[in-house]
């Protein structure tokens, strides 16, 4: 079982970024996928999700309205879109699959001017 994320950088405030996370090695279209999110000094926080059966979707409440999860079951991805960035979003992001205790190795993510 294997998650990568890419797509993470350095970014303005109010600027916009598209994280991407390849998954193998299990069938990933029955599984829900969620990003999470850690700042230096703080836990680790739940942003977004997607379900296997019906992509159902939810999100933290301070991104919502600015992030967007969705899957691509034909290629294996999960995505986060995430516009409207603001410094508060700096962190590592990471993919995972809750089911099997999947994680991805993170991608930093830092929105600063």
């Known amino acids: 079982v294997q998650l990568v994320e890419s797509g993470g950088g350095l970014v303005q405030p109010g600027g916009s970024l598209r994280l991407s996370c390849a998954a193998s090695?299990?069938?990933?279209?029955?599984?829900?996928m969620r990003w999470y999110r850690q700042a230096p000094g703080k836990e680790r926080e739940l942003v977004a999700s997607i379900t296997a059966a019906d992509d159902v979707t939810n999100y933290l409440d301070s991104v919502k309205g600015r992030f967007t999860i969705s899957r691509d079951n034909a290629k294996n991805t999960v995505s986060l879109q995430m516009n409207s960035l603001k410094p508060e979003d700096t962190a590592v992001y990471y993919c995972?699959?809750?089911?099997?205790?999947?994680w991805g190795q993170g991608t930093q993510v830092t929105v600063s001017s």
């Open positions: 995972s699959a809750p089911t099997i205790k999947a």
């Open positions: 090695g299990f069938t990933f279209r029955y599984y829900n």
